[in-house]
């Protein structure tokens, strides 16, 4: 049985307004008109802590939402939802404060208007949009980024096995250098090429990745050219090719300042 309570002074949400505004507004925003109804008969505990509980109620539901696979969310109709927790939560009203807003009608004392609901139920609303679409965009950004690593595996790893050359040239004579050209360096930056203009067409790159991955495309099209130059060079056994694969050097120099600025 409800203890006596004196809401003379008071303003509470009717049931039929908090049903309305959990509808638009989900339970955030029936969390939010409990808590006032709460406040209004001077229990500000209660409502403190089921305005807590809606909105871990709220985050839960949409952790939920988003974790069902797409093909079972596309075939439950959109009203399923908003009904099931509506119709929950009016329940738990009509049992918390039943009695009290029946008392409060029946004295003829005032009730905030339906009005008032709804629009707390619309900013309720407009809050979760912006959840949701902050929670979907930050959920692309981290699964575009984590494919654009996964995608630069390959390319780390040709890039060290294609440098080895600079090792080999204080050791082995041209005809290998040339053989290792041909065979490694220069088929692993023309992969490189390729992974890097790949990783580019990932939906939903972020900008600074996008604008880092033209950087490194620029520094694989650079690291191609001087191992075909260096191919050249050894091939026609002359020097002349010395001042344009120093230029080259400079450019990837400036180029890999540029990567890790």
């Given at each position: ?14 049931k039929q307004a908090i049903s309305i505004a959990t509808f638009i507004g989900g339970p955030l925003a029936a969390g939010y008109l409990i808590r006032e109804n709460f406040l209004a008969i001077d229990e500000p505990k209660k409502g403190k802590n089921v305005f ?73 609303l407009l809050i979760i949009g912006i959840g949701i679409f902050g929670y979907a965009y930050l959920s692309a950004d981290t699964e575009a980024t984590e494919a654009y690593q996964s995608s630069l595996e390959k390319f780390y790893e040709n890039e060290k096995q ?100």
């Amino acid at each position: 049985m409800q203890k006596e309570i004196d809401t003379r002074n008071s303003e509470l949400y009717t049931k039929q307004a908090i049903s309305i505004a959990t509808f638009i507004g989900g339970p955030l925003a029936a969390g939010y008109l409990i808590r006032e109804n709460f406040l209004a008969i001077d229990e500000p505990k209660k409502g403190k802590n089921v305005f807590i509980i809606s909105i871990v109620a709220t985050i839960a539901l949409f952790v939920l939402i988003f974790s069902i696979p797409e093909h079972i969310i596309e075939k439950i109709p959109n009203i399923v939802l908003p009904v099931v927790y509506t119709v929950a939560i009016t329940i738990w009203v009509e049992q918390t404060f039943g009695t009290i807003l029946k008392k409060h009608e029946e004295l003829k004392y005032s009730f905030y208007s339906v009005w008032r609901a709804i629009g707390i139920g619309i900013v309720s609303l407009l809050i979760i949009g912006i959840g949701i679409f902050g929670y979907a965009y930050l959920s692309a950004d981290t699964e575009a980024t984590e494919a654009y690593q996964s995608s630069l595996e390959k390319f780390y790893e040709n890039e060290k096995q294609s440098l080895a050359f600079y090792r080999l040239m204080q050791t082995e004579s041209d005809f290998d250098l040339i053989l290792e050209l041909n065979k490694n360096a220069i088929p692993k930056w023309k992969e490189n090429i390729e992974i890097v203009k790949s990783a580019d067409t990932i939906t939903d790159l972020p900008k600074e990745i996008s604008d880092y991955n033209k950087k490194l495309l620029r520094y694989s099209e650079l690291r191609l050219e001087a191992f075909e130059v260096f191919k050249k060079a050894l091939k026609e056994r002359t020097v002349k090719y010395d001042s344009e694969l120093r230029n080259l050097h400079e450019m990837i120099d400036k180029q890999l300042e540029a990567i890790n600025e």
